[in-house]
């Protein structure tokens, strides 16, 4: 039936078409109000939720005993417990092993405690070196100059069955202590 057929009074279109317009205005505000409130409720559910699924820092082995010659300092690369598989290459953590003297050892965060950039150990020299504002610390990551405030920070770690553990997950910072 085409609008000449139809037995209804212009009068009575209008009104039809206006009824459509509202139920169009009415469902459009539904669904973006629908839209707003999960945008603004997921983070704050993942937020409340966080608590029940943080994970644990876990002891990763770091390599035998032997792998480390007294005295120096070397750069590992260890796996990170908290990575996700899609984190890839970036869900490793470098860590800087110092090992001091048999079973006396240090491990040194990268990041330099002023502003975070990761430090370059630079053995003829005897020290860590931050590129991005010119920190500098000593090989028993202790401050020597610059604007970072504090010495290096250090993970925790353990010898077991002649190799070195370090416990990895969280960051060791003040707030996060290892
Ligand atoms: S981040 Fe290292 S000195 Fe600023």
Aim: hydrophobic share 35%; aromatic share 8%.
């Amino acid at each position: 039936m085409n609008e000449h057929d139809c037995p209804c009074t212009p009068a009575d279109r209008s009104e039809s078409e206006t009824t459509d317009r509202r139920g169009l205005l009415k469902w459009s505000t539904i669904l973006l109000g629908g839209l707003a409130t999960a945008a603004t409720g997921v983070p704050i559910i993942g937020f409340l939720l966080g608590p029940l699924r943080k994970q644990k820092d876990k002891w990763i082995r770091a390599g035998a005993l032997k792998e480390f010659a007294e005295g120096e300092i070397r750069l590992v690369d260890l796996e990170n417990p908290l990575a996700k598989a899609t984190d890839g290459d970036t869900g490793r953590i470098a860590v800087y092993v110092r090992r001091v003297a048999g079973t006396q050892f240090q491990v040194f965060a990268v990041n330099c405690t002023h502003l975070g950039c990761p430090v370059h150990w630079f053995p003829q020299a005897g020290m860590f070196l931050c590129p991005c504002h010119g920190g500098a610390f000593y090989e028993d990551g202790s401050r020597a100059s610059g604007p970072p405030p504090r010495a290096l920070y250090e993970y925790e770690h353990r010898i077991e069955n002649s190799e070195l553990m370090v416990k990895l997950g969280h960051l060791p910072t003040l707030q996060q202590p290892a």
